[in-house]
């Protein structure tokens, strides 16, 4: 009997350990997946382009490109942890953006309210600019928590109205001739690292700090994990929500003004499209579209997947079409994988 349950017994310890390895294989995929895709499309894109996507001038470019939609994303992102969403996020860098250059023009093309002035201080326009996506960001956690509007009809509403009144504030023209001094945000570096990424690497810490080490990040993950243990907590949900919906309204008029003294003027189509590359980058980086889940790291990296992607596509004469083709492909394929992870945790 002794000599039939040692095997049995070895065989069983096998099985455990087995079980043990995919257990941790598993959960080591799980964590670095996503690292491990953008690894393997930095090589790829080096082999095509035979090592042109290497040097250090592109690699700088790449995190110029990426930073205005990688600082949306770390909003969107916050919105999605909480089962919700943000379409409004490109609308505001277009209403933000028309408000600061009009602030900021030479006197020779300054908007006739301030004919005959000078422009505002760099400073001021900044925190004005700055004012007002924190406003209409408010406004979609009001409508949403007060008017009882799911975020989806919220935050499309507010899409319409800040491109509408970016294009009536501005009578649908560019607004140029910007101060130097505002340019530099966009246009400079220190040490050789471009300003928006510098921004952009800035928020990053921001969101982490909120989301990892604060009662408000905290709450928003209940909020999307469980809103009616939440509720039964005592956690006050309308509160937390205007707060994350606040906060999204800030980063996207960050990247507003970044991408606004990038490009030395203020435009009402600027940020078009903007939304749905923030979302999708905050899913390619593990934001849970369920709710939940997400962290600012992993959409930092979804967009630089995004970005690296792009960057490849255009060093090999792929023309725009196509990338909206490919661009499309990984999203479907993001949020299949965020599909099945949910149905596996259920």
């Known amino acids: 009997m002794a000599e039939t349950s040692a ?51 592109n690699l700088l470019n790449v995190l110029r490109q990426i930073s205005v939609i990688g600082i949306i994303a770390l909003g969107v992102t916050m919105c999605i942890i909480t089962a919700g969403i943000d379409l409004s996020s490109g609308a505001v860098v277009a209403m933000v953006s028309v408000v600061v250059a009009s602030l900021l023009q030479a006197p020779d093309a300054m908007d006739r309210l301030f004919k005959g002035g000078h422009p505002w201080p760099v400073g001021v326009a900044v925190l004005v600019g700055l004012a007002v996506g924190t406003f209409l960001g408010f406004l979609n956690g009001a409508m949403i928590t007060r008017l009882r509007i799911p975020p989806f009809i919220a935050t499309l509403g507010m899409m ?41 690497l800035v928020c990053v810490a921001i969101t982490y700090l909120i989301l990892q080490h604060t009662l408000w990040g905290r709450y928003t993950y209940a909020l999307g994990s469980n809103l009616q243990a939440a509720v039964v907590s005592g956690i006050k949900i309308e509160r937390y929500l205007v707060l994350v919906y606040t906060f999204a309204g800030f980063l996207a008029a960050v990247a507003s003004i970044v991408l606004t003294a990038r490009i030395g003027s203020g435009q009402p189509g600027l940020g078009l499209g903007y939304e749905l590359d923030a979302i999708a980058a905050s899913v390619i980086g593990g934001t849970s579209l369920a709710g939940g889940l997400g962290t600012a790291g992993g959409t930092l990296v979804g967009a630089l997947i995004i970005g690296v992607m792009k960057n490849g596509l255009d060093i090999l004469n792929v023309s725009a079409d196509f990338q909206q083709v490919a661009r499309a492909i990984i999203i479907v394929v993001a949020v299949t994988i965020d599909v099945r992870k949910n149905v596996r945790r259920v």
């Open 7 to 57: 095997p049995r017994t070895a065989a069983l310890e096998s099985e455990k350990e087995a079980a043990r390895t995919e257990s941790r294989v598993l959960k080591f995929m799980s964590t670095y997946s996503i690292l491990l895709i953008l690894a393997g499309l930095v090589v790829l894109e080096a082999i095509l382009s035979g090592g042109i996507s290497l040097k250090i001038g």
């Open 160 to 200: 319409t109205f800040a491109r509408g009144w970016a294009f009536i504030y501005s009578q649908g023209r560019p607004r140029g001739s910007l101060l130097d001094s505002f340019q530099v945000i966009g246009q400079g570096s220190i040490l050789g690292i471009p300003n928006p990424a510098l921004v952009l």
